[in-house]
């Protein structure tokens, strides 16, 4: 089982982060990866946050 505590750390991390610069790239590549990742908590919060309004 894993521990999923610091997978999601990481994730709201990776959002804050992410929104503080407007998603540059290295930001968005993270979520990316976050998006595949294999804890349905982690892909979950990763797929909630939207990067650019169209």
């Not at 089982?1 to 992410?18: N, R, W």
């Amino acid at each position: 089982m894993i521990d999923s505590q610091p997978l999601v750390l990481a994730a709201e991390l990776t959002v804050a982060c992410g929104r503080r610069t407007a998603w540059t790239g290295p930001w968005r590549t993270q979520l990316r990866m976050l998006r595949q990742h294999p804890c349905g908590d982690v892909r979950d919060m990763a797929y909630a946050e939207v990067t650019a309004v169209e």
